[in-house]
């Protein structure tokens, strides 16, 4: 019985050095905040939802892309973000601003370019011209009408023509006159509106008898200068045009005919 006080006030001792940790330990009166839950991704329609319960454990498909968010999904680009490590920019690609769309206008290396004209490139031309000609064979005048039509090619400095030239008239005694000519011809000189060249020439010199009732003829080669001044000069490159020529030329006929003289033509060009 002696011990019981002192048993007593053992315990209220110990009562009184456990209340500031019972305290301490006592639980917040407050609500703790919910952890957030991340969406799920949604299951693929089709036969693979009727497999999803046993393959929960299974890696979702390389096929199907994972929602944002989700286990494995790539991370969801942010807007102002720094791109990630490895990703090539529109600076390393060497586009500027956006890239996309100078992708997207950039033309195909294979659609048609629209052809370029340079003035050294030739272009297909003709032209005509007929006038008034003399000329003399031994000495014997001859006039009549010319006429000369060509084909060939052109550029802003140079012109080449095949030509076919046909000369009708008669002498001065009235004796009936004619010549065929093939010739080449070639302006090498075109500064603005006047063109200077030369003309290579083969035909045939015909000429009516007096006493009897036939004809002379003679083959002959021979050669010739022209100069024209276009009058009216239209077309892409001012290249066509109403001219008038100028021609002096000379042939030597088997038979030593020689015949030259000059000619005046008014003719077009395109």
Same mark, same amino acid.
């Given at each position: 019985?002696?011990?019981?006080?002192?048993?007593?006030v =053992? =315990?209220?001792?110990?009562?009184?050095? =456990?209340a500031?940790?019972a305290?301490a330990?006592?639980?917040?009166?407050? %609500?703790?905040? %919910?952890l957030?839950?991340p969406?799920?991704?949604?299951?693929?329609p !089709?036969?693979?939802?009727?497999g999803?319960?046993?393959?929960a $454990?299974a890696?979702?498909?390389?096929?199907? %892309?994972a929602? %944002?968010?989700?286990?494995?999904?790539?991370p969801a680009s942010?807007? /102002?973000?720094?791109p990630?490590a490895?990703a090539?920019s529109?600076?390393? *690609?060497?586009?500027a /601003?956006?890239?996309?769309?100078?992708?997207?206008?950039?033309?195909?290396?294979?659609?048609?370019?629209p052809?370029?004209?340079?003035g050294?490139e030739?272009?297909?031309?003709?032209k005509? =011209?007929?006038?008034?000609?003399?000329a003399?064979?031994? $000495?014997v005048?001859?006039? /009549? $009408?010319r006429?000369?039509? $060509?084909?060939?090619a052109?550029n802003?400095?140079?012109?080449y023509y095949?030509?076919l030239s046909?000369?009708h008239?008669?002498t001065a005694e009235?004796?009936?006159?004619?010549?065929?000519r093939g010739s080449?011809s070639?302006?090498?000189l075109?500064?603005?509106?006047l063109?200077?060249?030369i003309? *290579?020439?083969?035909?045939?010199?015909?000429v009516?008898?007096v006493?009897?009732d036939s004809?002379?003829?003679?083959?002959? *080669? /021979?050669? !010739?200068?022209?100069?024209?001044?276009?009058?009216?000069a &239209?077309?892409?490159?001012?290249?066509?045009?109403?001219?008038?020529?100028?021609? *002096?030329?000379?042939?030597?006929?088997?038979?030593?005919? &020689?015949?030259?003289?000059?000619?005046a033509?008014? !003719?077009?060009?395109y």
């Open positions: 019985m002696s011990r019981l006080p002192s048993v007593r =053992a =315990a209220v001792t110990a009562l009184l050095l =456990a500031p940790f305290s330990q006592e639980p917040s009166s407050e %609500p703790l905040p %919910p957030p839950t969406p799920v991704a949604p299951l693929p !089709g036969p693979a939802t009727s999803a319960a046993s393959s $454990g890696p979702p498909s390389a096929s199907a %892309p929602a %944002p968010g989700a286990v494995g999904a790539p942010v807007p /102002g973000a720094a990630p490895g090539l529109d600076r390393d *690609l060497g586009l /601003g956006d890239g996309g769309a100078q992708l997207a206008a950039a033309p195909a290396e294979d659609a048609p370019r052809r370029v004209v340079t050294k030739f272009r297909p031309s003709l005509g =011209a007929g006038g008034f000609q003399y003399q064979a031994h $000495g005048p001859i006039t /009549g $009408g006429l000369r039509l $060509g084909v060939g052109q802003d400095s140079s012109a095949a030509v046909i000369l008239g008669s009235g004796l009936r006159t004619w010549d065929l080449i070639a302006d090498l075109r500064t603005g509106i063109r200077l060249g003309d *290579l020439e083969m035909g045939y010199l015909v009516r008898r006493t009897v004809r002379m003829w003679a083959l002959g *080669l /021979g050669g !010739g200068v022209h100069g024209s001044v276009d009058v009216y &239209f077309g892409p490159r001012d290249d066509h045009a109403v001219f008038l020529e100028g021609k *002096l030329d000379a042939h030597l006929h088997f038979g030593s005919a &020689f015949v030259w003289g000059p000619s033509l008014v !003719g077009i060009r």
